[in-house]
Nanobody
Framework: QVQLVESGGGLVHPGGSLRLSCAAS????????MGWYRQAPGKQREFVAT???????NYADSVKGRFTISRDNAKNTVYLQMNSLKSEDTAVYYC??????????????WGQGTQVTVSA
């Protein structure tokens, strides 16, 4: 199967920056869409940003102009550069990836999540 390991979360002051990483490993034949989602306390998980294997990106309105998603296909890794962070960005951030398995079939996998806390 496919595993996703996230890193880069932490505590940052408002206006600060963080960079999240998510590395995929396992029985990967193709790695198509990759993305980031987040879940704040007491709220549902919400979309943050996605990127296709060709590099096309899509962002939630709340993060446009502040967050940048990118990927390194050679490393099967997706990144989320977060700038001008606000307290409302505080959440657990989850990585998602989908594609095809070497052994056949498809996968749609989530990481374990990494905490981002924006506080003075």
């Amino acid at each position: 199967q496919v595993q996703l390991v996230e890193s880069g979360g932490g505590l940052v002051h408002p206006g600060g920056s963080l960079r999240l990483s998510c590395a995929a490993s396992g029985s990967i034949f193709s790695l198509n869409g990759m993305g980031w989602y987040r879940q704040a306390p007491g709220k549902q998980r919400e979309f943050v940003a996605t990127i296709t294997s060709g590099g096309s990106t899509n962002y939630a309105d709340s993060v446009k102009g502040r967050f940048t998603i990118s990927r390194d296909n050679a490393k099967n890794t997706v990144y989320l550069q977060m700038n001008s962070l606000k307290s409302e960005d505080t959440a657990v951030y989850y990585c998602n990836a989908e594609g095809r398995l070497r052994v056949g079939g498809r996968y749609d996998t989530w990481g374990q999540g990494t905490q981002v806390t924006v506080s003075a």
